[in-house]
C-alpha cells in the first residue's frame, strides 16, 4: 500500500478505536494496538514486513521522543522527594520478576540458560504504555512520579542483567568458559555510553537554546532528539536511555523554558503517537499462540513475571516506607513489556545464531514467546494502569492552564469593575478618569451604557498638546471604533483564539450578540496571570485532598 495512505489509514481507525476504548473507559493506548493487529499480518495484513522495516526511523524517533519526555520529569526535586522509595522499589520489583521468572522456566524447561535469559527480559517495562495512559488520565501524585520515574529506569537494569546473564548462557550453551570482566564490563560500559552522549547532548542544547528566540526552541529540541536517537542506532546504544537523559538535563537546567518546551512537544506529537502503538500492534502476531509447545513457557512467564512485578514493588515500597498507595499499586502498573524486551530478544537471537543449531533455536524461542507474552501485556497492561492510579485517586489531578481555559468562559474572568467614559464627556473629564484609574485602555458608552468606541493612552498622545482644545473635544470625538467583542457565555478558549489571531491585549465584553451594552472587559496579561493562578489553586486544592 501507498506510505501516504497506510499512514492516513493508521491515524484515522486508530483515533477512532482509541476513542471507541475511552468511551468504554479502556485506555485509549489498547484501542491504537488493537487497530494495529488487526491492519498487520495477523488478520488483514495491511503492513507487510516491508513496510514495517520502512517505518523503523519514524519508530525510533518517536521512542527517542517519548524518552526525552520520560526524562523531563526526573526533576532533581523529584529523587530527593521519592528517592528512596523509586530505588527500593526498582531494584525489587526488577530483580523479583527475575528470580520468579528465573525459577518458573528453567522448572518447565529444565534449561537453566533460557531460565536467566527470559528473567533478564522480565524485569524491563515498557515506557511508552505506561506514561501514555499516565499522560491520557492527567494523572499525579506519589504513585505516578514513583511510575514515572520506575520506567525510565527500568531499561537501564534490564540491560545489566541481560549483560550479566547473556555471556554466562551463552557459554553454557557452547560449553565454553567466561570472564568476570566480559560479564560486568560490557553492560556498565553501555550504560556510560548512553549517560555521556545523552548528558552532552543536552548541555549543547540548552546552550544553544539560550541563543535563539523562542519560536526556534521547539524545532532546536526536535532536531537534538533525532541527533541522539541517530548517534545511539550508531553506536548501538539504548536510544530511550540517551534521550531520556538528555531529557533530564535539560529539565534540570533550564526548568521555566523546558517546562513550556515539553508540553508543546507533547500536544504537538500526539498523532505520532498515535501511529506508534498502530504499529506495535501490527508488528505483533497472534498466530504464535498457535505453538503449543511453547504456551506452557508463554503461562509461565507471564504469572511469574507479574507476581515478581506486584510482590517485588509492594516489598520495595515496604522496606522504603512508602506510602500505602504507592506500595499497593506500583506493581499492577508496571505489567506493559515492549521494545526493549523485543530489542534483547532480537539481540539473543542475533548473537546466538552465531553459535549454532542449538543456540539458534534458543534464540528463535525467545522471541516467539516475548513476542507472545507482549501481546498479552500491552492489552493487559494499560488496563491495570489505569486501575492503579484511580485505585491510589491520582487521576485527573494534573490540572493545566489548558485545562482551566478548556472549562471556562468569558464571564469566569472578565472584570467588571472596569472604568468607563461617556461619549458626551469633554477632554478635561476625560484626563480626570483616566488620572483615577490605573488602566491603559477606556471603553466609551453612550447614555444607555452602550458601547461606541474606546480610547487608549496611546490615542490621547496627540491631542495632549491642544490644551486650548479641551472644552471642545468630546469623548465620542477620539474614541477608536471597536469591531471585535466577547460575550460571557463564550467560551473563554476562544477569547484566547482572538487575541492571539487579532494580536489584541484589550477587548469589551458585551452583554449578548444582539447587544451593545458593555459588562465587563478582559485584558490579556491579566488574564493569563488569572489563568495561571486559578491553575495553581486548583492544583493546590487537589493536592489538600491527596497529600504526598
Known sequence: MNILLLVGVSLFLGIL???????IRVPQVVGYI????????????????????????????????????????????????????IYFILISEGMLAFILVFAAVTLVTKKIYLGLLFGAIASATDPASTVNVLWEYKSRGPLTTTLTSIVALDDGLALILYGLVSVFSKAMIANESYSLLGLIGGPLVELFKCVLVGALAGIILVRIIARFAK???????????????????????????????????????????????????????????????????????????????????????????????????????????????????????????????????????????????????????????????????????????????????????????????????VSDFMREDFSFIKENENFDK???????????????????????????????RSILRETQLSNVILAKDVAAPVRTFLYPGQPLREAFEIFDKKQLDYLPVVKDEDSRKIVGVLE???????????????QKSLDATNPA
Open 215 to 409: 519560536d526556534a526552541v521547539l524545532s532546536l529540541s526536535l532536531g537534538a532528539v533525532a541527533v541522539v536517537v541517530g548517534l545511539s542506532i550508531y553506536l548501538h546504544l539504548d536510544l530511550i536511555l540517551t534521550s531520556m537523559i538528555m531529557g533530564a538535563v535539560i529539565t534540570n537546567i533550564i526548568p521555566k523554558i523546558s517546562e513550556a518546551l515539553f508540553a508543546r512537544i507533547k500536544e504537538l506529537t500526539v498523532p505520532l503517537y498515535v501511529f506508534f502503538f498502530v504499529f506495535v500492534g501490527a508488528s505483533l502476531d497472534i498466530h504464535v499462540f498457535k505453538q503449543v509447545s511453547l504456551i506452557m513457557i508463554v503461562v509461565v512467564y507471564l504469572f511469574s513475571r507479574s507476581a515478581g512485578k506486584i510482590f517485588g514493588a509492594m516489598f520495595g515500597g515496604w522496606l522504603a516506607k512508602a506510602k500505602k498507595t504507592v506500595t499497593l499499586y506500583s506493581g499492577l502498573c508496571l505489567f506493559t513489556q515492549g521494545g526493549v524486551a523485543i530489542g534483547l530478544a532480537m539481540s539473543i537471537s542475533h548473537n546466538f545464531t552465531r553459535i549454532g543449531p542449538n543456540a539458534a533455536q534458543v534464540g528463535s524461542i525467545i522471541v516467539t514467546v516475548v513476542a507472545a507474552t507482549t501481546f498479552v501485556v500491552q492489552l493487559i497492561g494499560p488496563i491495570f494502569v489505569k486501575f492503579g492510579i484511580v485505585k491510589a485517586d491520582e487521576a485527573w489531578r494534573n490540572v493545566t492552564e489548558e485545562d482551566i481555559i478548556e472549562n471556562s468562559r
Open 17 to 23: 478505536g482509541g476513542n471507541f476504548f475511552k468511551l
Open 430 to 460: 476625560i484626563m480626570e478618569v483616566v488620572q483615577e484609574r490605573d488602566a491603559y485602555h477606556f471603553p466609551v458608552v453612550n447614555n444607555r451604557g452602550e458601547l461606541t468606541g474606546l480610547i487608549s493612552l496611546g490615542g490621547l
Open 524 to 538: 490579556y496579561r491579566a488574564l493569563t496571570k488569572s489563568v495561571s493562578r486559578k491553575t495553581l489553586e486548583r
Open 34 to 85: 488493537i487497530i494495529g493487529v488487526f491492519l498487520g499480518s495477523s488478520v488483514f495484513g495491511v503492513f507487510d514486513s516491508q513496510e514495517l522495516e520502512v517505518f523503523a526511523p519514524l519508530i525510533n524517533f518517536i521512542l527517542g521522543i517519548i524518552g526525552f519526555l520520560i526524562g523531563a520529569e526526573l526533576k532533581s526535586e523529584v529523587f530527593k522527594k521519592y528517592g528512596k522509595s
